[in-house]
């Protein structure tokens, strides 16, 4: 499985963002699809996915409230939707897919197989 992320950029306090990872080689239903952030110095941190099974979202409490995910199983494609950005959202932002992981370890980096590149998303005070 390859993934394509894209999006990311500057963004202004309080603004939005928009990014987007396609996948391919294998069809996006049978994959849990998220994405996890990491800040300078700091840890790889889930921020929201898409389990597999129920095509139900789960997020972080960081973002829950302020960021949206959905995934486009007919263009394999998961977005993520971040709103009234600050400046503790900048960071690289992973997208990242497995078939196989169980709900209870969604949130946990090591859970997942496939790692597209990250995209840097940077929100100005």
């Known amino acids: 499985v390859q993934l394509q992320a894209s999006g990311g950029g500057l963004v202004q306090t309080g603004g939005s963002l928009r990014l987007s990872c396609s996948a391919s080689g294998r069809t996006s239903r049978s994959l849990t699809m998220g994405w996890f952030r990491q800040a300078p110095g700091k840890e790889r941190e889930f921020v929201a996915a898409v389990f597999r099974d129920t095509g139900r979202a789960y997020f972080a409490d960081s973002t829950k409230g302020r960021f949206t995910i959905s995934k486009d199983n007919a263009k394999a494609t998961v977005y993520l939707q971040g709103n009234s950005l600050n400046p503790e959202d900048t960071a690289v932002y992973y997208c990242?897919?497995?078939?196989?992981?169980?709900?209870?370890?969604?949130?946990?980096?090591?859970?997942?197989?496939?790692w597209g590149r990250g995209t840097q998303v940077t929100v100005s005070s």
């Open positions: 990242a897919a497995d078939a196989r992981l169980i709900l209870s370890t969604i949130s946990s980096s090591s859970a997942y197989d496939y």
